[in-house]
């Protein structure tokens, strides 16, 4: 991906459907060394890793503001057995040589480790989904106006779906 290049894309091409009210999202904050961007006027910027976990009958999935990644993916209906007993299927392996799920890559180097190390400003809306609050949303925003990147991650999830809708920009 060029850094100029805005790629844009919805998982099965859904729409990401309206917020949820009410965030009900745990959120933590986590020691943490990150560079850290200025944030559009009206925001924040981020001096700690947080964690967001959104939650659904079908799933459990943890994401970190720290590159605006997937940190764990639990499939709840499905489950591996291990010594210890039967364990959610987990989708995300940790202590992979790779990035996060999520992490983006552009021809400057120096531009992408920002981007997998940046702390990015989190806006959440409904994330403990049922059929009262069908749908929510996490979005990831970082602008660093030094080297002129800015990036924002969008997640849709949906209480009845696996599916999520991603959009990058």
């Not at 060029?2 to 894309?9: A, F, I, L, W």
């Not at 020691?31 to 961007?37: F, I, L, N, V, Y």
């Not at 995300?92 to 890559?105: D, I, M, N």
Request: avoid cysteine; hydrophobic fraction near 25%.
């Amino acid at each position: 991906v060029d850094s100029s290049e805005k790629p844009s894309s919805t998982m099965e091409g859904q729409p990401a459907g309206p917020p949820a009210t009410g965030s009900g999202a745990e959120t933590k904050a986590t020691g943490s060394e990150a560079r850290t961007g200025d944030i559009s006027p009206g925001g924040h910027e981020s001096s700690a890793e947080q964690i967001v976990t959104i939650e659904t009958d079908l799933l459990k999935v943890e994401l970190t503001n720290k590159g605006g990644v997937i940190k764990t993916w639990q499939l709840k209906r499905y489950s591996t057995e291990t010594q210890t007993g039967p364990q959610p299927v987990q989708l995300v392996y940790r202590g992979g040589q790779f990035p996060g799920p999520l992490s983006l890559r552009v021809s400057d180097e120096a531009a992408t480790r920002e981007m997998q190390q940046a702390l990015y400003r989190v806006e959440e809306t409904g994330l403990r989904l049922d059929p009262g609050h069908p749908t929510g949303r996490v979005t990831f925003t970082y602008r660093n106006p030094k080297s002129g990147l800015a990036i924002q991650k969008t997640l849709g999830f949906r209480h009845d779906s696996y599916l999520v809708d991603v959009e990058v920009k």
